[in-house]
């Protein structure tokens, strides 16, 4: 029996396949506004997709307890895409909140790094004169030059354990400078 728009709800109800496929073509543009309008601000396709998937397995799965005619249905799938735009954003927003948090986490830096970004310019490069010159061009590439310790290692031809170990050292050096107040 072919679904048409007068026995859709019907053979929906009995769990057809055939009848879902009609509801998919006949709504899917209601329903993918309606997501869209939602989630337009999280700007993610794969959201909107998974979105609508859940809205038409809601549809397919609830089926039975649907009750009305054709304009009846037009507002329950809707309904249902909105709560299922309104869940999506819910994951979304754990989602960036989680992400926030691991970034904030991710930059909290050492108690070396914040005393180095805390301490001026200007003490810090009078400081750093009491380094040794090595030391002091690494620091330099590093921290004014921002580059990557693997890069000062392949500048300086050192290992990249090295360079490690004289950043560790000289900041210990400079943190001992400067609670000691050693400037000159």
Not at 1 to 16: A, D, G, P, V, W
Not at 59 to 79: A, H, L, M, P
Not at 155 to 166: E, I, P, Q
């Amino acid at each position: 029996m072919k679904i048409t728009s007068e026995n859709f709800i019907k053979h929906l109800k009995k769990q057809r396949e055939d009848a879902l496929e009609y509801v998919m073509e006949e709504y899917i543009g209601i329903v993918k506004a309606t997501i869209c309008n939602s989630l337009k601000s999280y700007n993610d396709p794969q959201s909107v997709e998974e979105c609508i998937n859940d809205t038409f397995l809601g549809v397919y799965d609830n089926s039975k307890q649907f009750e009305g005619d054709k304009e009846d249905f037009r507002r329950w799938i809707c309904t249902i895409a909105k709560f299922k735009a309104i869940d999506k954003q819910r994951k979304l927003m754990k989602t960036e909140i989680a992400t926030e948090d691991n970034e904030m986490k991710n930059s909290v830096k050492s108690a070396e790094d914040e005393f180095l970004v805390r301490s001026s310019t200007q003490d810090l490069l009078k400081m750093m004169t009491q380094l040794e010159p090595l030391d002091r061009d690494i620091f330099t590439m590093k921290f004014f030059l921002n580059m990557k310790n693997e890069e000062i290692s392949q500048h300086l031809g050192l290992t990249k354990a090295s360079v490690d170990n004289r950043i560790y050292r000289g900041k210990k050096r400079l943190q001992q400078i400067r609670l000691g107040g050693i400037l000159t």
